[in-house]
């Protein structure tokens, strides 16, 4: 009988216990996120909070077989993940503990991130005050971006609730894999010297090891932060005669203004080994002595050897006589572009007047073209300090920022304006301005140089291309150089005609035509103003265009009143031309404070057979064994447009691709995209168009800025040992 009630009296309790117990497990473990690639949950190392004692919890991540997500530094490209916590109060948080990474290569790019499974570990502290018997909820939004063949960004909101209590055990699934993870943290080498400098495009980072130390096998650098060590370009492992093992790291191609540490995780292949421990990982954190350049690598190549010979055929390999020489040649064909021919044309015809003496005149021509070569140098040094502070640029970033192409828009359209007679600048100016101009001819020949730069920042001549990449690959003096050339090209047709009177009796003479020669270069300023709107409608949308033509008719009456006013029609035409003035800012407005910051779906989507352009599909296409052409264009390029009107889009052209199973593909930079800047640079090129035919078991070429179907045919014709098969794109 008594022992019927003692397990009358005991019986509760037990029960009681198993239920807590069972509750505990059941609370402290939600159900896990499931996305369409990625399984997600909560998970905590104890059953239990312990006030004022520290808890882990970890962040469970269970990819898809194929699939990856990305380390604190994602490398070639990628997002790392991210946590966002919502704690109870009191509750401290610490940052994400990242297991050391493993390089994923895909195609030729290698990223930094984790397949199969992950656990992010992240330390809370619990406030002295917690009570036990109470609960506590911790809720994260995750985001992270998984990745294949495609990437798909993916999230998930999370939670996890843990009883407080006086005694906690290690979690029964989770507990003794955190630990692991957490032992398996990298840790900061002891008994190991570690230092690094810097040598122009490398960086040494120098591991001495203590004496008798085993040899750690083949180490690989994991950079925290992007900026500082190109993540696809190989790492080379030597040992010195001091027993020092030196490994080599290439300067990232975009290097970080603020590069002052080499900091990162060092992995070893046979682990090294202190105080009789032996440890995968590491983690580097030396200042960097000497002194770093950006480097350079190729985006897009399968192979080092296919890279060096795309680089060759893009004109990377070029000497720097031939550079500048290609430079020379683009400034000259920059004065036949549409934008700036009118313009340059106008200054030819002054000469032809014959209004100054000779002397002047060559001087005028001279301070000319230091206007022009000073604006290029200057254009110059602004490229060359934007890529310094990390940006992505090449030539014709400008365009890329949708106010510049409406700054531009409506300076070609004030210029057309003045050559139909709408208006004359002398009016919109004070008379002393005009007579300051006057007195001083050589200053006003240098702004005219410094407008003929900004009015030719749109076009891209060829020779252009090949120039502009030599000159970004080189230091910062030739990169000056090679546009000081650009510059001189330029503006040395007027140039010679100011410095050689002689040469102007080719010119016709002064008459009435000349004044109708000037309404008709208006035309081509205003189809140049036609093209920007669509530039700027492919940048943004619809409703854009439709603000840019108002405010363009807006300003047409506000100059066209202003005009009336200045000839003595009364004081209302001045009112009438603030007014208009004042609304087309109105209209425009919202286009300048960049409240529409997305590119429209025209731009961000290939149409057709075109594919987008991604270096992940590129390199899934060739590896599927299929030549790849690739159209690196930009619907500011002038160059770029003609040659997909009149050569991509031709019948012929699009049939030889077909029969031949050539992967159409479309690099878009009409706006900014640092990865396409990336691949233009890995071609040695810095502006487009770039046109570039991957070619299975051979190496890349790289086709003329100025196609015809010819040489289309002809770079097809290359292809004739590789077995030709007709493709669909879909």
């Not at 029609?569 to 109105?586: D, E, F, N, P």
Request: charged share 15%; aromatic share 8%.
């Amino acid at each position: 009988m008594d022992s019927l009630k003692t397990i009358a009296r005991v019986t509760p309790a037990f029960a009681l216990a198993v239920v807590l117990a069972s509750g505990m497990a059941s609370t402290a473990l939600a159900s896990p996120v499931k996305t369409e690639h990625v399984e997600a949950e909560l998970v905590s190392e104890r059953t239990a909070l312990i006030p004022g004692k520290p808890v882990t919890l970890a962040l469970r991540l269970k990819m898809a077989e194929g699939w990856h997500t990305y380390w604190r530094n994602p490398g070639d490209s990628g997002l790392p993940t991210t946590i966002a916590w919502k704690l109870p109060e009191g509750v401290g948080v610490g940052a994400i503990q990242w297991p050391a990474p493993r390089t994923l290569p895909t195609g030729p790019l290698v990223n930094y991130g984790y397949e199969g499974e992950v656990l992010l570990l992240t330390g809370l502290t619990v406030p002295r005050d917690a009570a036990p018997g109470s609960t506590y909820k911790f809720s994260a939004r995750a985001d992270w971006l998984v990745c294949k063949d495609v990437c798909i960004p993916e999230g998930a909101d999370l939670d996890i609730v843990l009883p407080v209590s006086d005694h906690s055990d290690p979690y029964p699934q989770w507990g003794s894999a955190i630990a692991a993870v957490r032992a398996a943290l990298p840790t900061p080498l002891q008994a190991w010297r570690v230092n690094a400098r810097g040598d122009g495009a490398r960086i040494a980072l120098a591991l001495t090891p203590p004496e008798g130390a085993p040899d750690p096998g083949p180490l690989y650098f994991f950079s925290y932060d992007e900026g500082r060590v190109e993540p696809s370009a190989k790492q080379v492992l030597t040992r010195d005669a001091s027993g020092a093992y030196q490994l080599t790291l290439p300067a990232a191609i975009q290097l970080a203004p603020d590069f002052k540490r080499v900091a990162g995780v060092v992995t070893a292949g046979k682990g090294f080994v202190e105080d009789g421990e032996r440890v995968a990982a590491v983690t580097v954190d030396v200042p960097l002595v000497g002194t770093v350049v950006a480097g350079a690598k190729s985006a897009l190549a399968p192979s080092p050897t296919d890279a060096a010979a795309a680089q060759a055929a893009s004109g990377s390999d070029l000497s720097l006589a031939a550079a500048v020489l290609l430079a020379l040649i683009g400034g000259l064909i920059l004065n036949l572009m549409p934008c700036v021919f009118p313009v340059l044309s106008l200054k030819a015809l002054h000469l032809a007047q014959g209004h100054t003496v000779a002397r002047v005149q060559r001087l005028q021509g001279i301070a000319f073209a230091l206007g022009v070569v000073a604006s290029f140098v200057a254009l110059a040094g602004l490229l060359l300090a934007l890529r310094a502070a990390g940006e992505q640029l090449g030539w014709g970033f400008q365009l890329q920022s949708p106010p510049v192409v409406i700054g531009l828009a409506v300076l070609f359209f004030v210029l057309a304006l003045n050559l139909s007679g709408v208006f004359e600048f002398t009016s919109l100016v004070p008379s002393s301005a005009g007579d300051w101009t006057a007195k001083n001819p050589y200053v006003d020949s240098v702004l005219s140089g410094v407008l003929a730069v900004v009015i030719a920042s749109p076009c891209t001549a060829p020779f252009m291309g090949a120039a502009m990449g030599f000159a970004f690959a080189q230091p910062a003096v030739v990169t000056l150089g090679i546009f000081v050339a650009l510059g001189l090209g330029m503006s040395l047709p007027y140039a010679l005609l100011a410095w050689f009177p002689g040469w102007r009796r080719w010119l016709p003479r002064p008459g009435a035509w000349m004044e109708r020669l000037k309404q008709a270069l208006a035309f081509p300023l205003y189809a140049t103003v036609a093209w920007l709107v669509w530039v700027l409608g492919a940048q943004l949308d619809n409703d854009a265009v439709v603000r840019m033509l108002i405010a363009l008719v807006v300003l047409a009456l506000a100059l066209w009143a202003w005009r009336v006013f200045k000839i003595g029609h009364g004081r209302a035409w001045a009112a009438v031309a603030s007014v208009a003035l004042v609304s087309a800012l109105v209209v425009v407005w919202p286009l300048l404070r960049g409240d529409k910051d997305e590119p429209s779906a025209v731009t961000s989507a290939a149409t057709g057979p075109w594919r987008a352009f991604t270096p992940t599909t590129v390199a899934d296409l060739g590896s599927g064994g299929h030549p790849v052409f690739i159209d690196f264009t930009a619907a500011w390029c002038v160059t770029c447009q003609v040659n997909k009107r009149l050569v991509l889009n031709n019948t012929e052209v699009r049939d030889a691709f077909a029969r031949r199973g050539v992967e159409l593909v479309r690099a878009d930079w009409t706006r900014r995209d640092p990865v396409i800047t990336q691949a233009l640079a890995a071609l040695g090129r810095q502006g487009v168009p770039v046109y570039v035919l991957y070619r299975p078991g051979k190496s890349p070429l790289v086709l003329p800025e100025i196609l015809n179907k010819q040489t289309v045919f002809d770079a097809l014709a290359t292809l004739d040992s590789v077995p030709s098969q007709t493709v669909t794109l879909k």
